[in-house]
């Protein structure tokens, strides 16, 4: 049997912090599925799913426990194997680009858990604009939107709440998930 585990490390950035965390799931026989990691303002983070032998998992992750430090946090969660049944539903694509201020993510969100869409990934930066220099916001994320939910309602809700915040927002590719 396979135990699938989620790691969490944020700490200092440094050389060879990823390589601590392979050496450890090398040790113990661990596949690495699935990773996100980056720095941020010094301090690097990553979540990854570790797929080790049932049989050592324990020992993977004291392995692992032994890495957590003053300088490096590390935070280990067993994935569940019952996963709930999904409602159908589709992927669908957003863009966002605007003036950077705060409020973007918890507004659109908002809005998003409104319409029950989950959102399955994430990813935000912020860039001088070519023109004016300002700090543009940018956000790409894929959402998983319930099939009963409208596109069409979804984008005009979107939509209406881009040009209240004056940011501009497209969604496309709707995929089926389930």
């Not at 450890?24 to 570790?50: H, P, R, T, V, Y």
């Not at 992750?61 to 709930?84: M, P």
């Amino acid at each position: 049997m396979i135990t699938s585990l989620v790691v969490t490390i944020v700490g200092t950035d440094r050389p060879g912090l990823v390589s601590a965390v392979s050496d450890k799931a090398a040790e113990f026989g661990a596949n690495w599925a699935d990773s996100l990691m980056a720095n941020l303002a010094g301090q690097f983070a990553g979540i990854l799913l570790l797929q080790v032998p049932s049989r050592n998992a324990d020992m993977l992750v004291a392995a692992l426990k032994e890495l957590d430090t003053a300088n490096l946090h590390v935070a280990i969660a067993r994935g569940t194997a019952a996963v709930a049944p999904q409602k159908p539903s589709r992927r669908i694509k957003l863009d966002l680009v605007g003036q950077d201020r705060p409020g973007i993510i918890h507004n659109i969100s908002s809005e998003l858990a409104k319409h029950g869409v989950s959102i399955e990934k994430l990813q935000t930066r912020i860039s001088s604009g070519a023109m004016s220099g300002e700090q543009m916001f940018h956000m790409q994320a894929t959402l998983v939107v319930p099939t009963i939910v409208s596109e069409d309602a979804l984008r005009a809700a979107l939509e209406g709440l881009a040009n209240e915040m004056m940011v501009d927002v497209s969604l496309d590719d709707p995929r089926e998930v389930g």
